[in-house]
Each structure stands twice: as structure tokens, then as C-alpha cells.
């Protein structure tokens, strides 16, 4: 990272990504707690002040994204926000664990301080700190889940945006995702964070794979949903005629999970026959 001034657009642009995080918040079922986050944005963006990332974008941008993931897409709350907006602020500035909890009060510092000791990398050089390091993220899941949930969003925004880093890094980074954090977010229920963790982690490990089984999906979506809406007439009908109250969704694999399938299976694309498969969701 480095550090500079920001143009008037910069600035305009972290402003912008708050506003919407505000909405995104202001959208959600949580109570509004906007001062509160008001206060973490305006320490965050104050501690971060000239530092760019590798793409040369301003970091304040960073804990912003990772913020608008906790709330619009993990569904978490005021707390939540603010310690994902305050994340790095303990490892990168001179702030320190007791200054947030002065500010913040001790929840949302025992959060950040759980997500510092998580910085680095799970993986390591050298092997005996690489097991250390996946038995701290164990033991944080039962101190406080949210440490686990905010730091699924670090890596989740992070993975989306690998391409700025060195290639070695980024092979680094999405086998860690594939080993670590995909299958955590599987666990707790975030199921398609899951599936963009894999094949984000497909995309930069197999670039050619994931290209051409993306192009074999996309060539068969219309053929595959309308196969669905087909197949489902009936189901509808005979749900409609019981009174109940449904969704009924397609769900067409991933290419991870297609080119997953063709290496544990030994078999080719055109083997594979469960592509396309259906959920009923009940409502009361």
C-alpha cells in the first residue's frame, strides 16, 4: 500500500460507497443505529487518509465493501458494520485495540481485536505457524461468530478484487479461499457466498477450465430453464390445489462445482446429468 492525496473524484467516490452502504443498511431489518456508524466510517476513513491499495484505488474503499457485504448479503447489523469498517484500522494505523474500545465500547473492539489476530493469511511458511493460525480462526468461531461472518466478507471482497495482485500472491490467496473459507461459509449456511468463493478461487487457479466450462453453462442456460418452467408446471398446480404457500427456484451448478465433479468422477461435461436441479421453499 501507499499513501497519497486523494483527487476530488476519490473523494467523491468513498462518499458515494457510503451512501449506499447507509441504504443498504437503512433496507435491512435492524434497528438504526446510523450515528454509530456515522462514527466508525468518518475514524475508519480519517485512519486510512491518502492509503491506496495495490490498484491504486483509495483503501478506504476496502472496509466500505466489506461493510456493504455484512449487511446486504450476510444480513448482520450495526456492530457488525462498524467492525468491519474498522478492521484493519488496529494492524495498519497507529490506533490500538483500547482506543476503539474507548470510542466504540468493548463488543465492537473485541470484534476487531478477533479479526486482527486473524490478519495475515491463514496459511503460512512454515508449518507449525500455519496450524497455528487455523486453530486461532477455530477458537474465535466460539468466542464470537461475527468474527468468522466479517472476516468471510474481507476475503469474499478481496477475491473479487485479486487481479491487482502478483500472480503468485493471488495463487496463494485463492488456494487458502478453496480450503479455508469456502467450506466455513458452507457451514454457516451462506451458501452462495460459497459458491463465489469457489469459483472466483476456480477462476484464478484455472483460468482456462473456468472459461470454457463457463461458456458450456452459458450455452445451455435457456435450454435449462425452460426445461424447469416445463417441469414445474405440474408441481404448481398440485401445491396451488393444496393451499400452500411456496417459491420454487432452478438452481444450475456452478463451474466450480461442474469441473469439481468431473475430476472426483472421472467424467466429461456432457456426463454430467444433475446441472440443472430444483428447490421448493415452504412459507407459513
Not at 468513498?14 to 435492524?30: F, K, P, T
Not at 466504540?104 to 479479526?115: C, N, Q, T
Request: with cysteine; aromatic share 8%; proline share 3%.
Amino acid at each position: 500500500m501507499e499513501r497519497s492525496d486523494f483527487t476530488p473524484e476519490e473523494e467523491r467516490l468513498i462518499e458515494d460507497e457510503y451512501q449506499a452502504l447507509l441504504q443498504d443498511y437503512l433496507n435491512s431489518m435492524h434497528s438504526q443505529r446510523i450515528e454509530l456508524i456515522e462514527r466508525a466510517y468518518h475514524l475508519a476513513k480519517q485512519a486510512h487518509h491518502g492509503v491506496r491499495r495495490l490498484s491504486g484505488e483509495p483503501y478506504m474503499m476496502h472496509p466500505l465493501s466489506v461493510a456493504r457485504i455484512v449487511v446486504k448479503e450476510i444480513g448482520l447489523g450495526s456492530t457488525s458494520i462498524c467492525a468491519a469498517l474498522l478492521h484493519d484500522v488496529v494492524e495498519d494505523t497507529d490506533y490500538t485495540t483500547e482506543d476503539i474500545e474507548r470510542m466504540f465500547g468493548h463488543k465492537i473492539a473485541s470484534i476487531v481485536e478477533g479479526l486482527t489476530k486473524l490478519s495475515g493469511g491463514v496459511f503460512a511458511d512454515k508449518a507449525m505457524k500455519q496450524a497455528e493460525n487455523v486453530r486461532k480462526l477455530l477458537l474465535t468461531m466460539s468466542d464470537d461468530i461475527r468474527v468468522i461472518l466479517i472476516k468471510i466478507s474481507d476475503r469474499l471482497h478481496n477475491m473479487r478484487t485479486l487481479g491487482s495482485q502478483l500472480p503468485g500472491k493471488q495463487y496463494k490467496i485463492a488456494g487458502e479461499t478453496l480450503y479455508i473459507y469456502a467450506p466455513l461459509a458452507h457451514r454457516l449456511g451462506l451458501n452462495k457466498v460459497k459458491e463465489e468463493l469457489e469459483d472466483l478461487s476456480f477462476q484464478s487457479e484455472h483460468p482456462e477450465e473456468y472459461r470454457h466450462i463457463k461458456e458450456l453453462l452459458d450455452s445451455k442456460h435457456d435450454e435449462l430453464i425452460q426445461t424447469f418452467e416445463e417441469f414445474t408446471v405440474p408441481i404448481r398446480q398440485r401445491l396451488d390445489e393444496m393451499g400452500l404457500r411456496y417459491e420454487i427456484k432452478a438452481r444450475i451448478k456452478t463451474p466450480y462445482s461442474v469441473w469439481n465433479k468431473m475430476q472426483t468422477k472421472h467424467v466429461t461435461f456432457e456426463e454430467i446429468y444433475d446441472i440443472l436441479a430444483m428447490r421448493i421453499i415452504f412459507t407459513p
